[in-house]
């Protein structure tokens, strides 16, 4: 599978099986609602799905042009540090306006949850170039 449709493939697993996860831990941690929890897990995926296809696009973009293409480890970890990192940025003020929490208090939460999805992040990537391929941005180039 390649193209649009494994991003959009790829980006809808990744962000169902996350809020599947989310949305309980939110409700224990903040002593709510598992509806209440549920719709922030929903605004915090539908943030995180259009970054994931932002940032998967300008990933294979840079990773297309890169003279080993292959996904190593150490690509694999920049994919994650890269996606996570770029969440923080967008979700901290989300997290702080809905829960009404200071923005270290949503920082601090998000921080957790950045310890979880880093491994979620990189497990499931593995796991899906697994199941449906790699992109062809990771293919190395046939020498003839």
Not at 1 to 25: D, H, I, N, S, T
Not at 63 to 73: C, D, F, G, N
Not at 84 to 95: N, S
Not at 97 to 120: C, H, P, R
Request: proline residues 2%; charged residues 15%; hydrophobic residues 60%.
């Amino acid at each position: 599978m390649q193209g649009a449709k494994r991003k959009v493939v790829q980006a809808l697993l990744y962000e169902l099986v996350a809020a599947l996860f989310v949305a309980p831990v939110i409700a224990w941690g903040f002593d709510e609602s598992l509806t209440y929890s549920s719709t922030l897990a929903l605004l915090l995926s539908l943030v995180a799905l259009s970054w994931n296809m932002l940032f998967n696009t300008l990933f294979e973009y840079w990773e297309a042009r890169q003279v080993r293409r292959s996904r190593t480890l150490g690509r694999r970890v920049l994919h994650s540090l890269g996606f996570e990192g770029g969440l923080v940025v967008l979700l901290v003020p989300l997290m702080a306006w809905w829960l009404d929490i200071s923005w270290l208090q949503a920082l601090a939460t998000d921080i957790g949850l950045l310890v979880f999805f880093f491994f979620y992040a990189f497990v499931f990537q593995w796991a899906f170039d697994a199941l449906f391929g790699v992109p062809a941005s990771a293919m190395e180039a046939c020498r003839g």
